[in-house]
């Protein structure tokens, strides 16, 4: 049995609806689960007027990772079959997106899944709700919790200085 940490967002229509129904159908698949709170955020790696709803989920399950994944892939398509890529493998706005954030303190390096996902130490939206649910947890390469990787983030700019920018 391993814990799974995955983190769900959305910035499409009913956010709070969009999540929860993922939320439910990760429970159907894979039973009892810890959820944080959801947090706000800006969209990252791509400019959008929609910001996102971000949550974390743990869980455990005695699949191996792969098959986890695919389950979850599934789940996303069935919420919203529309890619979360533009052709030219941009982001773009999405109903829903759950990535595999953590199994266990594995390291994995697939061409197809990447754990703990390669983007957990730059992003607030996963750090914040990771640091929620799974407080101990420690990246398996650096080491850090999820607080520790947050401080080392450079602050939020704040809603007047996001005005004065503009």
Request: net charge negative; glycine share 4%; aromatic share 8%.
């Amino acid at each position: 049995m391993a814990y799974y940490i995955i983190n769900i967002g959305s910035n499409l229509g009913d956010r709070r609806l969009n999540l929860s129904r993922a939320m439910r159908a990760v429970g159907m698949e894979f039973g009892d689960f810890e959820m944080s709170h959801a947090v706000e955020s800006a969209p990252f790696g791509f400019e959008s007027a929609h910001k996102f709803l971000n949550l974390s989920m743990l869980f455990q399950s005695d699949l191996e990772p792969q098959e986890v994944l695919e389950r979850l892939q599934k789940i996303e398509r069935a919420i919203s079959p529309d890619s979360h890529r533009n052709p030219d493998g941009s982001y773009r706005d999405r109903l829903i997106d759950i990535d595999m954030i953590a199994v266990d303190d594995r390291v994995i390096d697939t061409p197809t899944l990447k754990v703990p996902h390669p983007g957990l130490p730059e992003r607030r939206f996963f750090l914040t709700p990771l640091m929620e649910i799974a407080p101990q947890w420690k990246h398996p390469v650096s080491g850090l919790t999820a607080r520790q990787m947050l401080a080392l983030l450079p602050p939020e700019p704040s809603p007047a200085d996001e005005e004065d920018e503009k």
